[in-house]
């Protein structure tokens, strides 16, 4: 039985309480891969003088990469841990605004607003298939026609390699989430908020969204690929290495052979 939508709701309190979404972008080498991969594709659609909304912004780890280009940006989350951060690192900023808001109703934000939105964390905390596509109807609607929205899922088999098939006892540690051994599917009881994802039902939602919203579909690419499953040999590579790692992400990113053993996949829709 997974949890019910107060207990997922309270289970996010609790895992981003303090604030601790700043840093893990940037722990380790492996980590970074999903910031310069989802950098390098942002860059493919930014143009001079966007005006751009990050919702579910965490801390703000691209609002700031985004200032620090220029662009204005409208930083948005849930959690008032995370929206006390922002304030305190954007404070001095004239082209960042920060409020505290939800995905699934972005009253603050006219229609077509924005040359490009950023959903890369809400709509892995939305429980069922509704309140996802009513989160990504929000964001549609505050795009300008011809403007891309990233939306961002969390997979379940690197987190499933990650966590249970690398630790010491597998066998055992299987046992303490919900598993289908048939299907292989990871069903709940994962400790976490986040709603783990396969490629297949992304795909179901996709065609939901493009069936029921004015968009069309954009590239579908890997933000960090194999590199939370091969992190230990990630953290080891010198910067030659890591460079050449970071041009095979590039250039792998949106074959679907490889899609499956990312940690972190994003759908771009664009508005119509």
């Known amino acids: 039985m997974g949890l019910s939508g107060t207990e997922l709701y309270e289970l996010y309190q609790r895992q981003y309480a303090g604030a601790v979404e700043e840093k893990r972008l940037f722990y380790t080498k492996a980590n970074e891969t999903e910031f310069i991969i989802t950098k390098h594709y942002i860059h493919k659609y930014l143009k001079p003088r966007a005006k751009v909304i990050d919702v579910g912004a965490g801390c703000g780890v691209y609002t700031k990469a985004l200032a620090d280009e220029g662009f204005h940006v409208d930083a948005i989350d849930l959690h ?8 305190d690192l954007f404070q001095d900023r004239k082209n960042v605004n920060i409020c505290q808001g939800n995905a699934l109703d972005l009253r603050d934000s006219s229609d077509g607003t924005y040359d490009l939105v950023l959903e890369l964390g809400p709509i892995y905390h939305l429980k069922n298939v509704h309140e996802r596509v009513v989160a990504i109807k929000e964001a549609v609607r505050v795009a300008k026609k011809g403007a ?7 997979l379940q088999d690197a987190p499933l390699i990650e966590y249970i098939f690398q630790s010491e006892n597998p066998a055992e540690e299987i046992n303490e989430i919900g598993y289908e051994r048939d299907t292989a599917l990871v069903t ?3 400790g976490s908020s986040i709603q783990l994802h396969t490629i297949s039902a992304i795909d179901e939602l996709t065609d939901k969204v493009l069936e029921t919203l004015p968009v069309s579909k954009g590239p579908r690419f890997a933000q960090d690929g194999l590199s939370q499953v091969i992190r230990e040999s990630v953290n080891k590579m010198s910067e030659a290495s890591y460079n050449e790692w970071i041009q095979y992400l590039k250039a ?10 990312s940690n972190h996949v994003v759908q771009i829709f664009i508005k119509n």
């Open 148 to 154: 891309p929205i990233f939306v961002s899922f969390v």
């Open 188 to 190: 709940d009881n994962t």
């Open 80 to 87: 008032p841990d995370n929206v006390s951060r922002m304030k």
């Open 252 to 261: 792998t990113a949106e074959r679907p052979d490889l899609m499956g053993y």
